[in-house]
Each structure stands twice: as C-alpha cells, then as structure tokens.
C-alpha cells in the first residue's frame, strides 16, 4: 500500500490535540486530549476474492483492505468519539441502511433533484461516526474510485478524493482545514466535566 501518510499517522507516538470548549465557554480552559488510531485485521485472499464477485476490482480499496479490515482516525482516549471510520465490508450494509433513512422519505421528484445519478453504482465504505456522514465509494464508470461524503446537514455530496488513497491522505494529513472539519462533528471528553472539547492543535512525540 502506498498511503504514505496513513502509514505515517498510524505509526506516530503520543498523539494528541489541544482543545478548547465548543459553544459560549470556549475562554474557559484549554484541555489535552490524548488520541489514538485503531486497524483491524485485514481481509484473506478468499475474502477478497467473494468481494471482487460482487463489486468487481478495484485496485485501490482491495490494497488498502489486504492491510486494513477497517480504519477509525482520531479515537478519543476518554471517550468513544472518533472522527473518521473506514468500514470493513462486512459493514457496509448497515451503513448503506443507516445512509437510507435520510433518502427514504424523498418524493420522487427530490430524489432526482437532490440525488447523484452515481449513487446506485456507488457503495458506503465508511461515516463520519455519530454524525449521520457517509462516504461514498465508486465502483464503476469513469469516476470509479472516486470517493464522495455525504453532508445530512446541507444535504450535499462532495468530492472528498479523486481516487481512495487520495481521500486517505486528506484525512491522514493534520491541517487547519482538517481540524476544522473534526471541529464540526467530534468532541473529545475530559473524563470528568460535560464540557465538549473541540481541537485546535495537533502534537506528537515523533
């Protein structure tokens, strides 16, 4: 696999964000919030090959897969946020499930206003955890591979990563814009108080 940035996060020591508090309180206090990643077992030859039965090849996501069953970034050491979650395939389902339930109630005529003509070719690999956001893998045509997120909030779905390992590095890869995105759907926990910590700076040993 070559996400080298991945690579780069998942093996850094002693992660963690300075946070300050969400809402009217964020004068009060500045808290260090510890993280860290969690991988799963990556999935067999045979496995692989029963996937590629059913949504045909594709390079990319089956490379990241022969490492990784599944990927969640940025898990609170306090708590059970975390920012971004990367399915194994045994989830997809009840993900694609939970995406439903905001498009179930459309009328017909929101659904072809308000949904992408790729979404039948299209599966859901991974959400934004405890958010209702998705995203979106897909798997034919000439944007296959591309990765999409699904926003509930503004109803919209936006290119996250022309191809897989480009949406790994953006997710991977600690920016102002990146902080700003965990800013608006994680809080991190002190363990002690309610107070809901949103991160502003990104540290590690090495």
Not at 102 to 120: A, H, I
Not at 131 to 139: A, E, I, K, T
Request: net charge negative; with cysteine; proline share 3%.
């Amino acid at each position: 696999m070559t996400c080298y940035a991945l690579e780069a996060l998942l093996k850094r020591e002693e992660q963690r964000f300075d946070c300050v508090p969400a809402g009217p309180i964020r004068s009060q206090g500045r808290f260090v919030a510890n993280i860290y990643h969690e991988t799963t077992s990556p999935l067999t030859h045979d496995e692989l090959t029963e996937l590629e039965a059913h949504i045909g090849l594709q390079k990319q996501l089956f490379e990241m897969l022969s490492i990784y069953g599944s990927i969640r970034l940025y898990c609170d050491a306090l708590s059970e946020s975390s920012a971004y979650y990367l399915a194994h395939p045994t989830e997809w389902e009840r993900l694609g499930k939970e995406f439903n339930i905001w498009v179930n109630d459309l009328t017909e005529c929101e659904r072809d206003s308000l949904l992408p003509s790729w979404l039948d070719d299209a599966v859901v690999i991974g959400e934004v955890p405890a958010s209702g956001n998705f995203f979106f893998y897909l798997l034919g045509g000439e944007s296959q591979g591309q990765v999409f997120g699904f926003d509930h909030d503004g109803f919209e779905f936006v290119l996250e990563g022309v191809d897989l390992f480009g949406f790994l590095t953006k997710i991977s890869t600690v920016t102002e814009a990146l902080l700003a995105d965990i800013q608006s759907h994680t809080r991190y926990s002190d363990g002690v108080t309610d107070i809901q910590w949103l991160p502003i700076d990104y540290h590690y040993l090495r």
